[in-house]
């Protein structure tokens, strides 16, 4: 789970479980059982699809495509658990097992940590006048405008700007050429919309095309300060 901090402890369970359980669903995907075929079936053929379309069409999210077949998965670690033959030892598989899931699951349910998306709009509708300007990144201009609660609508700018398909496949992979080709393109419209009495805010976290763009600015305007928000859960 994305959510998890990786402790010591953790680090320590995952060491452990990680190698258990590629063994023991070895030993469940390998083993004579009379529907093994359909569980392989199951358990393979739409996870070797969604690997073949994300060539084309990177919308894979390991957590999110895969749960389709997470039963198949569990029936195989289970056919892997029956076949060893001492008991003591098949109990022992099972607890760490049971453990490491525990684990995961306990951070899933009780350690929350809130969206920041409302105090980040919070933030800059208190502290920006009306003649501000505002960049947003493609994947957190939609919080801000689903937060933003002021008596004017912001100046605000998306980079990148276009299909999200193109963005995915392209800003989040760092195709440099496209990076700069927009940050043209947002500098062009930015430049007219800047004066002495106004500012420029950007949303920003650290990805490849982010990283480009700040460093840009940096070059362009000489004055500039940061105001650094804990992460939520979110990826803003």
């Known amino acids: 789970s994305w959510r998890l901090t990786l402790t010591q402890f953790l680090s320590t369970t995952l060491n452990l479980a990680l190698p258990l359980f590629a063994l023991i669903f070895l030993i469940g995907i390998c083993s004579r059982q009379k529907n093994k075929l359909f569980l392989q079936t199951y358990l393979l053929l739409p996870l070797g699809l969604a690997f073949c379309v994300s060539y084309k069409i990177p919308v894979y999210v390991a957590g999110r495509y895969d749960m389709i077949v997470f039963p198949a998965f569990c ?3 289970a056919v892997g658990l029956s076949k060893i033959k001492f008991s003591l030892l098949r109990y022992f598989f099972l607890s760490i097992i049971i453990l490491s899931t525990f684990v ?10 809130k969206s920041n998306d409302r105090l980040v709009a919070n933030y800059i509708r208190s502290h920006m006048s009306r003649e501000d300007v505002i960049v947003a990144t493609e994947l957190s201009i939609a919080p801000l405008e689903y937060y933003w609660k002021g008596a004017f609508r912001p100046q605000l700018l998306p980079f990148p700007e276009g299909p ?10 760092g195709d440099a050429g496209y990076i700069d080709s927009e940050i043209k393109k947002l500098m062009d419209k930015i430049h007219p919309l800047l004066n002495e009495n106004n500012r420029l805010w950007l949303m920003y976290q650290p990805m490849a095309f982010s990283d480009r ?9 000489k004055k500039s300060d940061s105001v650094e928000f804990s992460p939520g859960d979110n990826l803003n």
């Not at 995961?104 to 940590?113: A, D, I, P």
Request: hydrophobic share 50%; charged share 20%; net charge positive.
């Open 164 to 173: 999200r398909a193109v963005i995915t496949r392209r800003a989040l992979q």
């Open 213 to 221: 763009l700040l460093a840009r600015l940096k070059k362009d305007f």
């Open 75 to 77: 029936l195989i670690l």
């Open 104 to 113: 995961s699951l306990y951070h899933y349910y009780f350690v929350y940590n």
